[in-house]
């Protein structure tokens, strides 16, 4: 299969002549990755690391249209290959096209993850029944954010807070300007989301990768070992292959099948140069052809 310059050689003899060079190679590849699999595939690409601070590009509630039409028409007793790159997103917009894809394909629904799946990401790789990670790839902690802000953090840092003050309470007029920052119920709205996040994925884990009600504990170890802030120091803390096999996930190497590694790669190639090389900045498409690609606005002066 074609490296990464190989693909972008092939992107550019294409556009020599015809217009959609960069669709053409991707579907290309789709379709021989459906082939090797006789699986439906999606992918579903972020331009967030092409295109940084740009808007539109986490996981929101306009993705399910782009879903529902990737999936219409499919022979869905074939299952469904995700292919996920993303930061992550809403946790209420996740939990609902998750939903939606189980009602389509039941819990007959592998992912992949070429490079990155973060945050909500990571929550929807956890609804999967195995997932595919390579050497290079990556999911993160669960943590819900507000604003960019961990809400776990914020929970430790009134802990903390609230530990200090009673061994010193000399020490409140410090706290009282860290903690003032936040509203009255900034505290339990942090809570609640890390509640939230941490039962939508045990709920998933328990009802896909993990059937057994024997399983229970260890799905409730993977959801504890992903939303511990402590343990995982950060919100875009990358989590490897061997760590996620480790934290108990069911992870299957890409190296294991070569052809099929090959095939991911050059998949996952052929949507970075389209996220890179134009205003592309997420795409949701099916092996088929079918896409809903969103492209970035041009403000003009």
């Not at 972020?46 to 399910?64: A, R």
């Not at 592998?110 to 909500?120: D, L, R």
């Not at 954010?145 to 309470?169: C, L, M, N, W, Y």
Request: charged share 25%; with cysteine; hydrophobic share 40%.
């Amino acid at each position: 299969m074609p490296n990464w310059n190989k693909v972008l050689d092939e992107i550019n003899e294409a556009s020599l002549t015809r217009r959609d060079s960069f669709d053409f190679v991707r579907r290309k590849y789709l379709n021989q990755l459906f082939e090797k699999r006789n699986r439906n595939v999606i992918c579903y690409y972020s331009g967030w690391l092409q295109k940084p601070g740009i808007q539109g590009v986490e996981i929101n509630d306009n993705d399910k249209n782009a879903f529902m039409a990737a999936i219409h028409g499919l022979d869905r007793d074939k299952g469904l290959d995700l292919i996920l790159h993303t930061p992550g997103g809403q946790v209420a917009a996740t939990e609902s096209l998750v939903d939606y894809l189980r009602k389509m394909f039941g819990t007959n629904i592998e992912v992949f993850i070429p490079q990155i799946a973060m945050s909500a990401g990571t929550m929807i790789a956890c609804s999967a029944r195995k997932i595919y990670m390579g050497k290079q790839s990556n999911i993160g902690p669960i943590d819900p954010q507000f604003g960019g802000i961990s809400a776990p953090a914020v929970i430790e840092e009134f802990e903390r807070a609230s530990e200090e003050i009673k061994k010193d309470p000399s020490r409140i007029p410090l706290w009282q300007v860290i903690i003032g920052k936040y509203h009255p119920t900034f505290l339990l709205s942090c809570e609640n989301a890390r509640e939230w996040s941490k039962e939508i994925v045990l709920s998933w884990l328990t009802s896909g990768m993990f059937e057994n009600p024997q399983e229970l504990k260890h799905c409730q170890n993977i959801v504890n070992e992903l939303s511990d802030h402590k343990k995982t120091k950060a919100h875009v803390r990358h989590i490897s292959s061997d760590e996620a096999k480790r934290i108990g996930l069911t992870i299957v190497d890409l190296e294991e099948d070569p052809e099929l590694q090959d095939l991911v790669l050059t998949v996952h190639h052929a949507y970075i140069h389209t996220l890179s090389n134009t205003a592309t900045i997420k795409i949701v498409e099916n092996h088929a052809g079918l896409a809903n690609i969103l492209r970035a606005q041009i403000t003009k002066p």
